[in-house]
T-cell receptor, first 114, second 113 residues
Framework: DQQVKQNSPSLSVQEGRISILNCDYT??????FLWYKKYPAEGPTFLIS?????DKNEDGRFTVFLNKSAKHLSLHIVPSQPGDSAVYFC?????????????FGTGTRLLVSP | KAGVTQTPRYLIKTRGQQVTLSCSPI?????VSWYQQTPGQGLQFLFE???????NKGNFPGRFSGRQFSNSRSEMNVSTLELGDSALYLC????????????FGQGTRLTVV
C-alpha cells in the first residue's frame, strides 16, 4: 500500500524553464511534508518542507504547494539549472506517539538540459 | 558543523552472516532514524530511536534491530542475512520535538552474496 505516490518516474526540462514535480498521498493523518534531492551513492539532501496548516512555502528557487483537499503537493523549481538534475523524493510525516516516521514516495528523476 | 556520519560506506557479506552498521548524528540531535533504500521499494522506514529508546518501528522482520547509545550514536544490526537485504541503508538525524526536517548520512551500501 503506497501511501505516498510520485507517478512520474522521470521529467526532462530545459535550463531556465520551470520544473514541476508532483506527489499524491492517501493518508489524511499526514501533517508535515518534505522534499529531498538525491544524487547517486549519496544520502538524500533536505530541500524544503511544509506544514499542513500552510498551502505554500518558498525558499529561493524552490516553492512547495500543498492542496489538502486533493491530497496533493508539488515542488516548483524556477529557474531550473543543470545542477538540479537528481532524483527528487517527496516524504510525508506521521507523528506516532510524538515521534516522527517519514513515508517516502518512489522518486522522480529530473534531468535539466543546457 | 559535521553532518551525519555512517560507517562503513560499503560492505559485502555472505548469506547467513550478520552485520552491524553505525551512525553518528549531527551534534545536538537526539533522534536517529534508519531507512532502507532498494530499487523496487524506494525508501522504507526501519525504526527511530530517541534518548536510547526505540519509539517507532516499520514493517521489517525481527532480524533487523538497532540501538542508540547515550551519546546519540546508533547502530543497526541485521542477522541471518538474505540476498534481499542488499540495499542502501540510510541514517537520518533530527532535533527532538515535533515535526522537523531529517538530515541524512551518505548511507552504507550493503551487498549480500
Amino acid at each position: 500500500d503506497q501511501q505516498v505516490k510520485q507517478n512520474s518516474p522521470s521529467l526532462s526540462v530545459q535550463e531556465g524553464r520551470i520544473s514541476i514535480l508532483n506527489c499524491d498521498y492517501t493518508n489524511s493523518m499526514f501533517d508535515y511534508f518534505l522534499w529531498y534531492k538525491k544524487y547517486p551513492a549519496e544520502g538524500p539532501t533536505f530541500l524544503i518542507s511544509i506544514s499542513s496548516i500552510k498551502d505554500k512555502n518558498e525558499d529561493g528557487r524552490f516553492t512547495v504547494f500543498l492542496n489538502k483537499s486533493a491530497k496533493h503537493l508539488s515542488l516548483h523549481i524556477v529557474p531550473s539549472q543543470p545542477g538540479d538534475s537528481a532524483v527528487y523524493f517527496c516524504a510525508a510525516s506521521v507523528m506516532n506517539t510524538g515521534f516522527q516516521k517519514l513515508v517516502f514516495g518512489t522518486g522522480t528523476r529530473l534531468l535539466v538540459s543546457p | 558543523k559535521a553532518g551525519v556520519t555512517q560507517t562503513p560506506r560499503y560492505l559485502i557479506k555472505t548469506r547467513g552472516q550478520q552485520v552491524t552498521l553505525s551512525c553518528s548524528p549531527i551534534s545536538g540531535h537526539r533522534s536517529v532514524s534508519w531507512y532502507q533504500q532498494t530499487p523496487g521499494q524506494g525508501l522504507q522506514f526501519l525504526f527511530e530511536y530517541f534518548s536510547e529508546t526505540q519509539r517507532n518501528k516499520g514493517n521489517f522482520p525481527g532480524r533487523f534491530s538497532g540501538r542508540q547509545f547515550s551519546n546519540s550514536r546508533s547502530e543497526m544490526n541485521v542477522s541471518t542475512l538474505e540476498l534481499g537485504d542488499s540495499a542502501l541503508y540510510l541514517c537520518a538525524s533530527r532535533t527532538d520535538g515535533g515535526n522537523t526536517e531529517a538530515f541524512f548520512g551518505q548511507g552504507t551500501r550493503l551487498t549480500v552474496v
